[in-house]
């Protein structure tokens, strides 16, 4: 019998400063989750309400055609192709402009599930063992927030020119490499996992939960992920924080 997921949750919540650039999914033993960055450089025109929101859709369409077998290195390196071969038609060489994103996919193979994560997706998956396990390659912005001094949204817009170089940080753009770099764990058998953006997390960041453990708990089903999300974006409002996308997805593997 192959392998494959079962959804649990699935919710979206839209950020204030711009459309959904989130897209998530699963089919067969391959489960998804890419976080496109929101503009910093000058936009190309990608066909779509914005850029990231471009890249993360195309992405995820690669991401749900079936590769049995294949480990997610090879499944990132290959919708990478497909986008590559997809922006020569768009906007040509283009490359530090082209828009990018963080993502995490899932596989589940034979000694239990593969995850491999560029940037800052956070993926937690409960093995059959008990253990709660957290996956994260790096925070997207990390490098600028711990820099001393200077301007922050120049350092910002530098740092992004600068990915997908190397000893700089890799993300999921147009370069296939890309996959030569992510953050790749093989875990146990799991019994759940949940699949989050950063924007999503912020429940965790704000306190909101107290960590991996209670963050998989709540998000174990629609409603319990509907009512963590909304208590999120009340905290965020009492705050005056602008809320960035939040997307959650939670799966356990079919019996």
């Known amino acids: 019998m192959k392998l494959s997921w079962e959804t649990r949750a699935r919710v979206q919540f839209e ?36 850029d990231p929101q471009w890249l993360a859709q195309f992405l995820s369409m690669e991401f749900a055609r079936l590769r049995y077998g294949w480990g997610t290195q090879a499944q990132i390196a290959a919708a990478l192709r497909a986008v590559d071969e997809q922006a020569s038609v768009l906007v040509g060489g283009e490359h530090v402009r082209f828009p990018s994103a963080a993502l995490s996919v899932a596989t589940l193979n034979a000694d239990g599930v593969e995850v491999a994560s560029l940037a800052d997706c956070t993926v937690v998956v409960r093995t059959d063992d008990g253990a709660t396990h957290l996956v994260r390659a790096e925070l997207a912005d990390a490098r600028v927030d711990a820099a001393a001094d200077g301007n922050r949204a120049e350092l910002l817009k530098r740092d992004r020119e600068l990915r997908n170089t190397p000893g700089r940080l890799w993300v999921a753009r147009r370069e296939p490499e890309a996959a030569d770099h992510a953050h790749v764990v093989q875990l146990g058998h799991p019994e759940q996992m949940v699949m989050a953006t950063d924007g999503a997390w912020r429940a965790v960041d704000l306190g909101i939960v107290a960590g991996p453990e209670e963050f998989l708990e709540r998000t174990g ?23 960035d996308d939040a997307t959650v997805m939670t799966l356990v593997p079919r019996r």
């Open 221 to 243: 089903s629609t409603v319990g992920t509907l009512e963590l999300m909304s208590e999120l974006r009340r905290k965020q409002a009492e705050i005056s924080e602008v809320a």
């Open 15 to 50: 950020g204030d400063a711009h459309v959904i650039e989130d897209a998530c999914g699963f089919n067969g033993a391959t489960a998804w989750i890419i976080d496109g960055a929101t503009t910093l450089l000058e936009p190309l025109g990608m066909p779509a309400a914005s």
